[in-house]
């Protein structure tokens, strides 16, 4: 009798989480939240303003920005590009240095008077026609790694569309598909972070706890969530464009399939139970990539919403009451247990921002 009352409880238990999880904020609560977490951000920052952290950042204060139509937003991005002079990081050839140009790129759009887009489209172009040789067997290509995804990619996809020109169309094809085909596991339908965790040969490769691959929450979130910016801005006839939403479709289905039951990704997809609590800047990407697909019609709303619900509201839920996104895993390349309610980013704060800015569209 007592573990069948311990089961009822359990049963009622979840059923009451699911319901609460199900139910969207009202868009006010949303605006007020993100705006919280915006200007919490702003009096907090972290690393130098054009880092790819901030790159991540700003380009969920830009989608902040276009949802809402409040100038706090555009105001932050004029004074952190304007204090740029809208100059990309020092790399030329690094994907990670060239985030910010996201940004950019859609203040041009904005009509930003000030917008100067010659030094990205400069490091663009010498992408394009120099050879950088990384001189590190992990590193064969350009884009080694799939955080890469959503450094470049949307940036060389923006550029093609407002200038016309489809050879940055191609070159984004080029390196993306270097990327995929070095990467992309065709059997788990995930990205490996990077080549030491191919498990191909007779290398001992890196694994999880429970003997399975280590397939990052971030890592995939970074893919996902570069996914859906670009896509955004690619001509709808691109002949290649159908090989981009195929890929989209078929992460989303498995990150669906593995979602837990509170609804956030823990940091390792595979091993969820090796990791308490959820962790934000991953399902902030997964959950705004999401509601993207879902309201441009890639995704089917009846299958993904209650999904993307139930991920939003756990992000939302880890807010702090001074507008502070918790629970975010601090700059790494792998799954890790080092966080808490009191770790945090800024790149977690701009997926929530992505993630958030989606949310407002859902009755649209």
Not at 105 to 131: F, I, Q, W
């Amino acid at each position: 009798m007592k573990k069948q009352t311990v089961f009822l409880f359990a049963i009622l238990f979840i059923c009451s989480v699911m319901l609460v999880s199900a139910q969207k904020p009202s868009n006010k609560a949303i605006e007020k939240s993100m705006l919280k977490a915006y200007k919490w951000q702003q009096k907090n920052p972290n690393h130098e303003p054009n880092d790819w952290t901030n790159g991540a950042y700003y380009i969920g204060v830009t989608k902040a920005y276009q949802s809402t139509g409040n100038k706090a937003y555009l105001n932050g991005l004029k004074s952190m590009a304007e204090g740029l002079h809208w100059m990309p990081k020092d790399r030329w050839f690094h994907a990670d240095d060239i985030a910010i140009c996201q940004s950019y790129l859609y203040m041009k759009d904005e009509g930003v008077e000030s917008a100067n887009l010659d030094p990205t489209v400069s490091v663009l172009n010498r992408v394009m026609t120099e050879k950088y040789d990384w001189k590190d067997p992990i590193r064969p290509i350009y884009w080694w790694w799939c955080d890469a995804l959503f450094m470049g990619p949307p940036v060389y996809v923006h550029y093609a569309a407002m200038s016309g020109d489809s050879k940055y169309l191609k070159a984004n094809d080029k390196m993306y598909k270097e990327c995929y085909d070095l990467l992309f596991n065709q059997e788990e339908h995930l990205f490996a972070r990077d080549m030491r965790y191919l498990w191909e040969g007779d290398q001992e490769y890196l694994k999880e706890s429970n003997g399975k691959k280590i397939f990052w929450s971030r890592g995939n979130g970074w893919v996902i969530g570069g996914l859906a910016l670009l896509l955004q801005k690619m001509p709808a006839d691109y002949e290649n464009r159908p090989f981009y939403e195929d890929l989209f479709k078929t992460m989303a289905a498995k990150l669906k399939s593995i979602q837990p039951v509170d609804g956030m990704w823990r940091s390792s997809l595979l091993d969820p139970d090796a990791y308490p609590h959820g962790e934000v800047s991953g399902t902030g990407f997964d959950t705004f990539a999401f509601l993207w697909g879902i309201n441009n019609g890639l995704l089917d709303r009846s299958e993904y919403l209650p999904a993307a619900m139930k991920a939003f509201n756990g992000i939302m839920a880890c807010q702090q009451k001074s507008g502070m996104m918790g629970w975010v895993q601090p700059i790494g390349a792998d799954p890790k247990r080092n966080f808490s309610a009191d770790s945090w980013e800024v790149y977690g704060t701009g997926a929530y921002l992505l993630a958030a800015s989606e949310m407002l569209k859902l009755n649209e």
